[in-house]
């Protein structure tokens, strides 16, 4: 021990003064700081919001508790140059110190209230929050820390009055924290279940968020509750302009339930629940514009995805809304929706070995419009549409080939469209059916099967200009189409059929009970085929108008301008470029069928009716155009008339060959005096007609016979001009023909020769009948006066007479010069004529007497006969008187020669004609009314004979 030390008591009192002074010192420097340390905090925090751009910072009270960890900012504000201030009414955290022993960082709780901050992230590198700038080290590298991880904890988090705003370039986002509460974030403690609980809104629309999660567990499970009402999707559009999107407008709303999992095997699990609404929306891009009046989805869409399994997802619910507008810029279309609704699921599923679609359910669309509005506006609409119990399913493999099949019932109703002029539509179809759809690297095949049934189909001309089409109903069986494109349909039936030709028109051109057509065959390569078309209870109106053009011509010209807007009709052709073949085994026509002929073009306007009682049409075929189908019509016309006409036609045969035969009985004359008065210038009076038909035409060329009866025939002249036409024709007046041809039964049998060309344009119906009757008329009278007077009517003349008219001379009556006697021969002659005017009745001849310069000769010659006698006379009477004879008074009696005047020729050829006269009244009582004596004639020329001449 040293001297200088001090005593052990006092360097112990030192010691202990020394250790109470450097731990007084301890707490009242750690005092001091645990007192200063809120002014340090609140300087610290004031100055780091300073140097990040802050103008004006106040803090109204900071509080800090180090043992309890509790630390608490009131009123807070800092100030930026032109930006939204940031407040923070209270902030209150309590921190766990114990645990940071342990490597975890707990936060007991977190009370916020009254924040209001502006967050814009406009500059990429740089965070602005309330005017304060904050830049973003992007890109730097995260630090490797291999030892243990650290752990945190919240366990209680609460927000409450809090205002955020969200600002990047032009998308602004305001988000109102009415209360927020987060519990139980516990990182080292994957069984604890994290919840958080939102009510607030964002841009004014109410949001409500709940969730229940396991975050920190080997399989993430998040399970909660979204309500969103009423948002705007116009506060979305810049982000959506930004990267190209669609302009949207509208309100939206949602109610979900959901549950997020993320499996072990990095797989996503989702699943959603609930409703979600749109109300307005309205949608612009330059393909597509739309206007969603409202939208609504009710129900649960559930999906997975990992790089293993690819994509699956299973979507089951109901959609609805209304679509007023969808539009199609590029196509200048409109489509509208007033109502649509989808019930029903979809399953997909897509992955590395490829992808497929189901779908399965009900859709309704109400009140749909299709709008084509380039050049004339073209539009499709419907009433409702039915789809039910659909189900779809589409596959594509990986070589990217599809198949596709479908089935399901289709209803529709109040179906139109309207195209150019053409208004048409249905009142409902259904059908029932399904189709697949496979693609090959070849060519996709398609196959179908169903049956249908469509009502009220109509068309008609736009701007009221009259109905065209109008049936009932169709109904199809069996149809089928299979995989090379062949289809068939087992039967087609459709009832009431009514087409109208005229506008205006009181009766339809058209209407069909029923028309059967079955065993229908359609393909590319072979046509349409039809085994049999089966019509019955035909009612049709042919009519002409008074510039004679058809009601079918009229139907045909509407048709194409409503429907093609005028220009010319295309003829269906295959892929080859040939039209369209066709093939109908069998047409039947039955029932009661009635063809109704009207004719405005003649005057008065001619009607008959045609009715069929069968019709039968065999073998048509324009793959074979040169082999003739045959046909069978039985039916009749006007009140008794029966018609049977057969043959066979080449229908596809540019000029048409085959044969025409039938049998027309009792058809009534007298309605066809519209067609005989502009034609042959007679009117039909009476009368009643057979005929039998005998055709042939070769290439378009028609030759054929006739055989006419007919029955009671009377005629009367109407036009002059017409009538001179056919007597020219016939070389004799018509009513003197017909009467030849009458027989006294007032029947005329004739033999009608026609030819000519069918596609002859210039040829009219009256020069057709002139011809034609004429040439008949006139063969048929000469060949009956040739054989009723033979062996004297060898030769039967045609002659001229006065003026325009024309006559028949017979064989004429001759005489010996200067005689008026008939011999046994002429009085044999005339018996046979007045056998002709008894068995025709309605005939008269005329009889003209001639003299001769012969018969001028004979009698002169009589004359000087009978002068020389009476001289003689004379003279030998002197002689007996014995008186001398006196040289010059002999001489001056003699007398001239005697000379027969014309009165007196003209007298004898009078004798001769009343001769014959006598002859037929006295000997063969012929009415004297029908033999008329004309005005003798005097014919000097040399070779002249003396005759009475017969014209009838």
Known sequence: MTTDQPPAPARAWYQRKKTWVISTGLLILFLLILISLPFGISFGLADFLKQHGARQVHIENIDFNPFTGRLLFQNV????????????????????????FSKRARV???NLQGLQ??????DSKTLKLSGLSFPLDEGQPVPVDDSAPWGFALDSVEIRESELTYREKDLRIELFLEHLALQKLVSWNQQVVAKLNLNGQVNKAPVEIQLNAHPFSEAPVINGRLSLGAFSLADLQPLLTRNDGPNITGMLSLKQAFQLTLSTSNEIQWRTQGQLEGTELNASMPQLT?????????????????????????????????????????????????RYSWQGGVNLQQGTQGMTLKAGGDLQIDDAQVIQANGDPQRISNEKLRLKGLSLEMKQDEAGQLSLTQQGHLSLAGLGVVQHELNAGLSALQWDGSFSLQTTEAAPELTAQGAGLLEGIHAEEAGDRGQLVNLKQIKLAGFNLSSDNQAVLEQAVLQGIRLTGTPGAADAMVVTEKL???????????????????????????????????????????LQRASMGGQPEEVPTDEQGKPLQIKIDRLVWAGDNQVHFSDQSVSPAYKTVLKVESLELKGVDSNRPDVASPFKLVGSTGRHSKVKVDGELTLFQTDPSGKING????VELVPLSSYTTNAIGYHLDSGELDADIGLTLTAGEMAGKNHLIIRRLEVSQVSKAQAEKLNAKISMPLDAALGMLMDKNDTIDLNLPVSGKLSDPNVELGDVINTA??????????????????????VVALLKMAGDASAVQLDPVEFEPAMAELDDKDRDYLSKVAQVLKDRPKIAIKLCGVATALDRQALNQALATKAKASEKAEKEGAEKSEEPPNAEASSS????????SDEELMALAQRRAELVEDYFVKQHGISAGRAAVCRPVLNEEAGAVAKVDLQI
């Not at 049998?663 to 009792?666: A, C, N, S, V």
């Not at 009696?893 to 027969?900: E, L």
């Open 663 to 666: 049998r027309l009985e009792g």
């Open 108 to 110: 007991h709780a977190v």
């Open 77 to 100: 504000r800092a100030q930026a140059d032109e930006a939204q201030d940031l407040r923070l009414d209270r902030l209150e955290l309590e921190v766990g110190w114990r645990d940071l």
């Open 893 to 900: 009696k003699q007398s001239p020669a005697p000379v027969v």
């Open 516 to 558: 059967t057509l079955n065993d229908i065959r359609f393909s590319e390569t072979t046509g349409l085929g039809i085994a049999l078309i089966e019509q019955q209870g035909m009612q049709s109106r042919i009519s002409l108008d008074k510039a004679g053009q058809s009601n079918f011509q009229v139907f045909a010209e509407r």
């Open 773 to 794: 009757l004429g040439n008949a008329l006139k063969k048929g009278a000469m060949t009956y006066l040739t054989t009723a007077l033979f062996p004297y009517g060898t």
């Open 290 to 338: 739309s206007q969603d009046q409202s939208t609504r989805w009710d129900g649960e869409v559930a999906g997975s995805y990992s790089q293993a399994k690819g994509l699956l997802l299973d979507i089951n619910g109901e959609l609805s809304g209304a679509l007023p507008a969808l539009k199609l810029p590029d196509q200048t279309i409109d489509l509208s929706l007033a």
């Open 117 to 122: 901050a502006e967050v814009d992230m406009s």
